[in-house]
C-alpha cells in the first residue's frame, strides 16, 4: 500500500456505514491491487467495524486479495460451456507461454457462452480462442 | 452514403467489433453502435439497410461496401434464426443505440410507467398477476405473488421503507441473457424497475451486477444517470458483486449489499418481508423485471398469458451455448423441445460431431440426453424428469465430452463456491469429488493411513465395492438436496445424478 493518506482519500468518497463496505474495497483493490492488514484496519475503524468483520468480508470474495500481484494476469473461463468448446485442451499451452511472468487465473463465466474459450484482461474481452491466440495473447502482456 | 450498424455488445466486442467500426469509419462510413441481434456466431455482424454480413472482419470491409462480400446472409430480419422468434423482452435487440433515450422513446419506451403510474398500485399488480409471469431467475415463483406479498407487508421503525432489488449475478455458465439486456436495452431494466417500486412502494432500488461484467456495469450506470429524471422519485443504485458465485441466490445478494460476506440466509424470513436491511424487499432476475414494460403496455398482460403451455406462460429468452454451431439468444414462447432448439435452431454441434449431452439450466442443471430431446421447454415438465429449466441457458456437449469429469466438476465448483454456511453444501461437495474420484478409479482396496490406525475405531478397514460407493453417492446427494440451505448445495446433485444414471460408462468400471 503506498499511504495512509491515499487510502483516507478513498474513503472519504463513502458514508460511514457497513453498505459501503463492498464499494470501498473494490475502490481499494483497485487503487493498491490488494486489500492489506493495514487496508482492513483503516477501513475497519472508519466504518466503525472490527477488524475481523472486515476481514471475514475480504477473505470471502475472490475479487479481493491479501497481497498485490504485480504480473500482468489472463482471465480465463474454464466454465462448462467453454469446457464444452474445449478450454482444457489449451491451458497447458497457455501456462507454458506465460511461465511465471503472467498469471493465468481461472475464472468461471465471462458470459460468452456462445463463443467460448473466452479470456479477460483488464476490461479487454477476447472470444473463439484456439491455442495459438491464446498462446499469443499471453506473450503479447 | 447509408449507415453501417455494429453491435457494441460485450460478445461482439470480444469478436472484434471495435476495430471493424473503426474500418468502416476510416472508409467514409458513418457507424451506429447498436444492441446484438443475439446471432452470436456470425458476430461481428454488420447492418447496412437491414442486410446482414457476419462474421465480418476489417478485411471484409472494402467487399461489403461493393457488395460483393461472401459474408453476406441476406435480410436480417428474414433470417430463420431471427423469424422464427417470438421477441417481447427483446424486441428491441439489434434496432436500437443502448443509451440512445431517443431510440428508447420512439420504439415505445416509458410509455408503460406513464401507465402504471396512472393505475393504482393494485391494478399493476393485477395486471401482473394475470400475465403470470413466473421468476425467470430459476425458481419460477410468480412474479405478481411476490409483489403482493412486499405491497402488502407493513411498515415498522427498525422497517421503514421498500427496496426493488434486481438479480444481475448471472453467474451460470451457458447463460449471458441478462447481460445482453442490460448491454443492449438498459432503460426497459430500469422501466420494469421503476414500475416494480410504483406496484409495491419502494422508492429505492438496487440492481446487483456481477464483476465480471465491465461492459453491463458501465452502460447501467450511464443509463441511470440518463434516465434519472424519468424514474424519479424513484432512485436507483448499481452494485458491483466481487467474484462469488452463491452471491446470485438472493439471501447471500442481500447480504452483500449490506457489506457483508455473501453468506445464505434461513427462510424464513421471506425477503418480500424482511429482506434488504431488514425491510420488505422484491428480489427479482433482471429477465423478470424487463418483461414488465411489455406486460404494462396496453393488453400486454393478456397476450403474454395466451403465450406459452400449462402455467409456464409469455416467452423465454433461451441461450444456446457451448458446442453448438448457431449459438445465441432465441426468445420463444414456452413449450418449444431440445430438439428443435438444438438441431433446427442451433444447427447441432460446432464440432459437427455427435451430441452427446446437453445441460439445461448451468451448472446446477442436469444432463440430458439425446433420448429426451422431446421435452418440452416447461418449468413443471422439467421438473417431472429430474431436471431444471434454470435461467433458461443450454450447454451442448458432443460425444468427446467425459460426464464421469463433469460430475466431478460440479461437486468441484460446488466446494469452490459454497458459502460455508450449512454443512451438507460446504463438507458435501468435498466429499463428493473424493467419492467419484473413488469410483473412476475402480474403488479402494483397504483402509487407507489414516483409517488403520489404531484409534480409528469407527474407520472401515475393508474396501469398498463399485455399488457400496455408488449407494454412498445417491444417500451424499439426496442429503445435499434435501438439507443445503439454497440451490447451490440443494442442486448441485442433479448434474452428477443424471451423469451417472445416463452415462454410467463415464464412471470407469
Known amino acids: ?141 | 452514403m447509408s449507415t453501417v450498424r455494429i453491435s457494441d455488445d460485450a460478445l461482439a466486442l470480444a469478436c472484434g467489433a471495435d476495430a471493424l467500426a473503426a474500418a468502416f469509419e476510416a472508409a467514409g462510413c458513418t457507424v451506429e453502435r447498436v444492441s446484438s441481434w443475439g446471432m452470436h456466431w456470425l458476430e461481428p455482424l454488420v447492418e447496412i439497410d437491414g442486410h446482414g454480413f457476419g462474421p465480418a472482419g476489417v478485411d471484409d470491409v472494402a467487399a461489403i461496401l461493393a457488395g460483393t462480400s461472401d459474408k453476406a446472409i441476406g435480410r436480417i430480419a428474414d433470417h430463420p434464426f431471427i423469424a422464427g422468434q417470438q421477441r417481447l423482452t427483446f424486441a428491441r435487440a439489434g434496432k436500437t443505440r443502448p443509451l440512445s433515450l431517443e431510440d428508447y422513446a420512439v420504439t415505445g419506451g416509458w410509455a408503460s410507467l406513464a401507465r402504471a403510474r396512472a393505475m393504482t398500485p393494485g391494478d399493476v399488480l393485477a395486471q401482473v398477476l394475470q400475465s403470470g409471469l413466473r421468476g425467470r431467475g430459476g425458481a419460477g415463483f410468480p412474479a405478481g405473488i411476490k409483489w403482493q406479498t412486499v405491497a402488502n407487508a407493513p411498515l415498522g421503525p427498525t422497517h421503514p421503507c421498500k427496496y426493488v432489488v434486481c438479480n444481475a449475478d448471472e453467474g451460470d455458465s451457458g447463460t449471458f441473457a441478462d447481460r445482453m439486456l442490460m448491454e443492449g436495452d438498459p432503460f426497459q431494466l430500469i422501466e420494469g424497475m421503476a414500475i416494480a417500486a410504483h406496484a409495491v412502494g419502494a422508492d429505492q432500488g438496487y440492481i446487483y451486477v456481477r464483476s465480471e461484467y465491465p461492459h453491463a456495469i458501465a452502460k447501467l450506470r450511464a443509463a441511470i444517470a440518463l434516465a434519472a429524471e424519468q424514474i424519479a422519485p424513484f432512485r436507483l443504485e448499481v452494485r458491483v458483486g466481487a467474484g462469488a458465485y452463491v452471491c446470485g441466490e438472493e439471501t447471500s445478494l442481500l447480504n452483500s449489499i449490506e457489506g457483508k460476506r455473501g453468506e445464505v440466509r434461513a427462510k424464513p424470513p421471506l425477503p418480500a418481508l424482511e429482506g434488504l436491511f431488514g425491510c420488505p424487499t422484491v428480489v427479482n432476475n433482471v429477465l423478470t423485471l424487463a418483461a414488465i414494460p411489455h406486460i404494462l403496455s396496453e393488453g400486454g398482460a393478456s397476450l403474454y398469458a395466451r403465450l406459452g403451455i400449462d402455467r409456464s406462460k409469455g416467452t423465454m429468452p433461451i441461450q444456446l451455448a457451448g458446442n453448438i454451431r448457431r449459438g445465441g439468444l432465441y426468445e420463444t414462447a414456452f413449450g418449444i423441445t431440445l430438439r428443435a432448439l438444438i438441431h433446427d435452431i442451433g444447427g447441432g454441434t460446432a464440432s459437427a460431431r455427435p451430441v452427446k449431452a446437453v445441460q439445461v439450466g448451468g451448472p446446477l442443471g442436469a444432463y440430458i440426453p439425446p433420448s429426451q430431446f422431446d421435452l418440452p421447454f416447461d418449468y413443471e415438465a422439467y421438473a417431472r424428469a429430474d431436471a431444471l429449466i434454470g435461467h433458461g441457458g443450454i450447454t451442448v456437449f458432443d460425444d468427446s465430452a467425459d460426464m464421469g469429469a463433469m460430475a466431478r466438476f460440479a461437486f468441484a465448483f460446488c466446494a469452490a463456491e459454497s458459502c460455508g454456511k450449512c454443512t451438507p453444501c460446504r463438507i458435501g461437495s468435498t466429499r463428493g469429488v473424493e467419492v467419484i474420484d473413488r469410483i473412476r478409479a475402480g474403488g479402494k482396496a483397504g483402509a487407507d493411513a489414516v483409517e488403520a490406525l489404531p484409534q480409528m475405531h469407527n474407520a472401515r478397514k475393508a474396501g469398498r465395492s463399485r455399488e457400496e460407493d455408488l449407494a454412498l453417492l445417491a444417500d451424499l446427494a439426496e442429503t445435499m438436496q434435501s438439507a443445503s440451505l439454497c440451490a447451490l448445495g440443494g442442486f448441485t446433485p442433479y448434474p452428477v445424478m443424471s451423469a451417472l444414471k445416463h452415462w454410467p460408462e463415464d464412471f470407469g468400471q
Open chain 1, 1 to 141: 500500500m503506498s499511504g495512509a493518506a491515499s487510502l483516507d482519500a478513498i474513503l472519504a468518497d463513502f458514508a460511514p456505514e457497513q453498505a459501503s463496505l463492498l464499494p470501498i474495497l473494490h475502490e481499494v483493490q483497485a487503487a493498491f491491487g490488494c486489500v492489506d492488514a493495514a487496508a482492513e484496519a483503516g477501513i475497519a475503524r472508519y466504518l466503525n467495524l472490527s477488524r475481523a468483520e472486515v476481514h471475514g468480508v475480504v477473505s470471502f470474495y475472490h475479487d479481493f486479495t491479501p497481497m498485490a500481484d504485480p504480473r500482468p494476469c489472463v482471465q480465463l473461463c474454464r466454465a462448462e460451456a467453454c469446457q464444452a468448446r474445449g478450454v482444457d485442451a489449451l491451458v497447458a499451452a497457455a501456462e507454458a507461454a506465460a511461465g511465471s511472468r503472467v498469471r493465468i487465473k481461472t475464472v468461471y463465466c465471462l458470459g460468452l457462452c456462445s463463443a467460448g474459450p473466452a479470456a479477460r484482461v483488464g476490461d479487454t474481452l477476447y472470444a473463439r480462442l484456439d491455442e495459438a491466440a491464446l498462446v499469443d495473447l499471453v506473450n503479447k502482456l
